[in-house]
Nanobody
């Protein structure tokens, strides 16, 4: 059974940084394009960033230049380094394949507030 476990969220001041982790289990994701997504209160889940099997990256305009996605295929793990955080980045962050193929994990809450 495929499972995603996200961690690393928390409460941070505007301008601060966090590093999220996503551990995938149940199958080998090393050849899959993986993505980070987020859902803010009252809003639909949105795509944040993706990384393909060879490390090519893409990200939403709202986080470009601030968030960096990376992965460790040997550990079936993906990361999201978030810098210069803004209050509008407050959301629950999730990982999945880019095409959202599997069930969602519990996510990790990121709150940016003074």
């Amino acid at each position: 059974q495929v499972q995603f476990v996200e961690s690393g969220g928390g409460l941070v001041l505007p301008g601060g940084s966090l590093r999220l982790s996503c551990v995938a289990s149940g199958r080998d994701f090393s050849t899959s394009t993986m993505g980070w997504f987020r859902q803010a209160p009252g809003k639909q889940r949105e795509w944040v960033a993706s990384i393909d099997r060879v490390g090519r990256k893409s990200s939403a305009d709202s986080v470009k230049g601030r968030f960096t996605i990376s992965r460790n295929n040997a550990k079936n793990t993906m990361y999201l380094q978030m810098n210069s955080l803004k209050p509008e980045d407050t959301a629950v962050y999730y990982c999945n394949t880019e095409n959202r193929l599997f069930s969602w994990g519990q996510g990790t809450q990121v709150t940016v507030s003074s």
